[in-house]
Protein backbone atom coordinates (compact mmCIF):
# COMPACT_ATOMS: atom_id res chain seq x y z
CA UNK A 1 0.00 0.00 0.00
CA UNK A 2 0.97 3.08 -0.83
CA UNK A 3 0.11 6.40 1.22
CA UNK A 4 0.09 10.45 0.17
CA UNK A 5 0.59 12.31 3.51
CA UNK A 6 -0.37 16.20 3.24
CA UNK A 7 0.65 18.76 5.54
CA UNK A 8 -1.78 21.58 4.33
CA UNK A 9 -0.43 25.67 4.56
CA UNK A 10 -0.97 27.94 1.95
CA UNK A 11 2.54 29.34 2.79
CA UNK A 12 4.11 25.85 2.37
CA UNK A 13 2.35 22.53 2.05
CA UNK A 14 3.94 19.89 3.13
CA UNK A 15 3.46 16.01 1.40
CA UNK A 16 5.06 12.69 2.30
CA UNK A 17 4.97 9.73 0.55
CA UNK A 18 5.28 5.92 2.27
CA UNK A 19 5.06 2.62 0.45
CA UNK A 20 4.31 -0.61 2.71
CA UNK A 21 6.24 -4.14 1.63
CA UNK A 22 5.74 -6.88 3.66
CA UNK A 23 6.48 -5.87 7.46
CA UNK A 24 8.64 -2.59 6.40
CA UNK A 25 7.73 1.08 5.46
CA UNK A 26 9.90 2.87 3.03
CA UNK A 27 10.04 6.57 2.13
CA UNK A 28 9.22 7.36 -1.49
CA UNK A 29 9.32 10.74 -2.29
CA UNK A 30 8.53 14.08 -0.09
CA UNK A 31 8.80 17.61 -0.45
CA UNK A 32 6.84 20.98 -0.44
CA UNK A 33 5.42 23.59 -2.38
CA UNK A 34 5.99 27.37 -1.39
CA UNK A 35 3.77 30.32 -2.07
CA UNK A 36 4.98 33.78 -1.87
CA UNK A 37 3.25 36.22 0.56
CA UNK A 38 2.28 38.66 -2.21
CA UNK A 39 0.58 36.26 -4.12
CA UNK A 40 -3.21 36.46 -4.31
CA UNK A 41 -4.94 33.89 -2.31
CA UNK A 42 -6.75 31.84 -5.79
CA UNK A 43 -3.31 31.73 -6.88
CA UNK A 44 -1.40 30.23 -4.03
CA UNK A 45 -4.41 27.58 -4.01
CA UNK A 46 -4.27 27.44 -7.39
CA UNK A 47 -0.25 26.34 -7.06
CA UNK A 48 -0.89 24.00 -4.62
CA UNK A 49 -3.96 22.29 -5.98
CA UNK A 50 -1.94 22.03 -9.52
CA UNK A 51 1.23 20.02 -7.69
CA UNK A 52 -1.04 17.97 -5.62
CA UNK A 53 -3.06 16.92 -8.46
CA UNK A 54 0.28 16.58 -10.25
CA UNK A 55 1.62 13.93 -7.74
CA UNK A 56 -1.51 11.89 -7.16
CA UNK A 57 -1.36 11.40 -11.01
CA UNK A 58 2.32 10.25 -11.17
CA UNK A 59 2.07 8.50 -7.63
CA UNK A 60 -1.28 6.85 -7.76
CA UNK A 61 -1.89 6.33 -3.99
CA UNK A 62 -3.65 3.92 -2.66
CA UNK A 63 -4.46 6.53 0.00
CA UNK A 64 -4.70 10.07 0.99
CA UNK A 65 -4.59 11.65 4.49
CA UNK A 66 -4.34 14.96 5.60
CA UNK A 67 -3.03 16.81 8.97
Known amino acids: M ?3 GIDPG ?3 CGYGIV ?3 GNRLRAVD ?3 WKTPA ?3 P ?3 LKTIYEGVAALIER ?3 DAVVLE
Do not use: D, I, M
Open 30 to 32: FGW
Open 19 to 21: QEK
Open 38 to 40: SAR
Open 42 to 44: EQR
Open 59 to 61: EAP
Open 10 to 12: TAA
Open 2 to 4: KVL
